[in-house]
DNA sequence: GCTAAATAGCGTAGCAGGTACGCTATATGC
DNA sequence: GCATATAGCGTACCTGCTACGCTATTTAGC
């Protein structure tokens, strides 16, 4: 019976109603809220104390009553930020769903750009969070991997959805920043690259890879579906293989 | 012939030399390497223009005429923490290549535990960063794939790398500061997880998975290898697809 | 009811951090 | 030599987090 971490006591709602003292002109909900709406007009950097504050009208050490810090918050708004994940489709096979969960989080996160940025503080203990947890690890049920296997597998394909959706947000919000960085990019590597320093690379330019670049889209999943595949593909010889005697 | 970027110019010290003026005291590698040796101390939180350039006997503003910004500072510190790759031993076959290589990388942002929090700016650009991505490319010279495959399978497994190593480094990094919250981790879940609700959760619980996790260890490698080699074997039958005909 | 205790909101102030600006000293090109 | 560009730096401004203490408000216990 110790005590919970207060940030999970908040994000759970596990408060007991204490009695005396005035009401309440807030919630740590309303905060919260609050918070991720300027997030999601301004960014996260215009996530002060002071901003989140002025939106709700209150003053700025009023919200240090409901929230032990603006790193708590930040912990707040990480679960928040997720909504619940769609129920999965029945009766289809481990594969389509996970490809489905990926495409999920994927559109849950793309909603709130500055979602990536947010510090990892923990293991996720959040409602909206082991939802999503739970449902990558649902969709594993019937391939007869034993517990802990599913659990390396989910946390290894949450690694590489998070990585691939923080680095294209980041890289979508750097080419926001300055489009000329990346319609130059290939330029910028002619110039700098030796081919006898970097032969692999140098191959790859002289292949025109990078000549691309400058249409650049937040929105192509292109990368991001075939690192997911070759992951999944992984998964299945996986699972043929420790799986094989049933 | 655009400019170039200036921090891709500092990277590369492409600065030609000027004449006029005070000899310098001061180079852009003296401040560079001073902040990586404060982060490496005490943390990029406690990384301030300040206590830079106390540390180089100079006032805070002079760093000024050396670096445009702080956050060019921070491009800066990212090229240079990295060393460059060892060379990859002769002979060996792409899966070996690439399993030395991510190791490698593991070894090499474990040396500034700090790495994974820097904001990720742009596609690579400086020469320790390529250097790596060649290094990487060029573990699938003898594949036959395309050159264009290639960047995209060594994206995806920079992607999960950096992932699973910053993951790692932020998990060791909350376990530092406060051990408790996780060694009651899976207490905290079965106070909270309602088995109605998250079924697949409640059975790996059931199954005890989470019973070990106060034995946090920043240096097991054991999620990292296992994610890894999912990528690869997905890695290995997409080579088979494409150069099935080779 | 009445009183004591607990609590919400808030004003003030301290401290830290990034950086614009302008001054001074110094080195070099002409 | 003199004009000019540049290094270092002191000052000052702004923003941000938050400790502290005061006041007003509500209720538990009598």
Redesign the pocket.
């Known amino acids: 019976m110790s005590e919970l971490p207060s940030d999970v006591a908040l994000m759970w709602r596990l408060r007991e109603g204490?009695?005396?003292?005035?009401?309440?002109?807030?919630t740590v909900e309303d905060i919260t809220r609050s918070a991720i709406e300027l997030a999601d007009a301004e960014g996260l950097?215009?996530?002060?104390?002071?901003?989140v504050?002025e939106r709700l009208?209150?003053?700025?050490?009023?919200?240090?009553?409901?929230v032990?810090?603006?790193?708590e918050?930040l912990v707040l708004m990480s679960d928040a930020a997720l909504e619940r994940p769609e129920p999965m489709p029945e009766g289809i096979d481990w594969r389509t769903a996970l490809t489905f969960w990926a495409e999920g989080v994927m559109v849950a996160i793309r909603k709130h750009r500055w979602y990536s940025k947010l510090p990892i503080s923990g293991p996720p203990a959040g409602p909206n969070n082991l939802a999503w947890f739970d449902a990558a690890l649902g969709a594993l049920q019937d391939t007869g991997l034993p517990e802990e296997a599913k659990v390396g597998v989910v946390m290894g394909l949450m690694t590489y959805v998070h990585g691939e959706i923080r680095l294209s947000l980041d890289l979508a919000a750097g080419f926001a920043d300055n489009p000329s960085a990346f319609s130059t990019y290939g330029a910028v590597l002619a110039r700098v690259v030796d081919s006898r320093q970097l032969p692999a690379l140098a191959r790859v330019l002289d292949a025109g890879v990078f000549d691309t670049v400058g249409a650049f889209d937040e929105e192509s999943d292109e990368d991001f579906d075939f690192g997911l595949q070759l992951y999944l593909d992984g998964v299945e010889r996986f699972i043929e293989r420790v799986c094989q005697g049933s």
């Open positions: 204490s009695r005396r003292g005035p009401k309440p002109s807030l950097a215009a996530v002060s104390m002071a901003r504050a009208g209150n003053s700025t050490m009023a919200l240090y009553r409901h032990k810090s603006k790193d918050l």
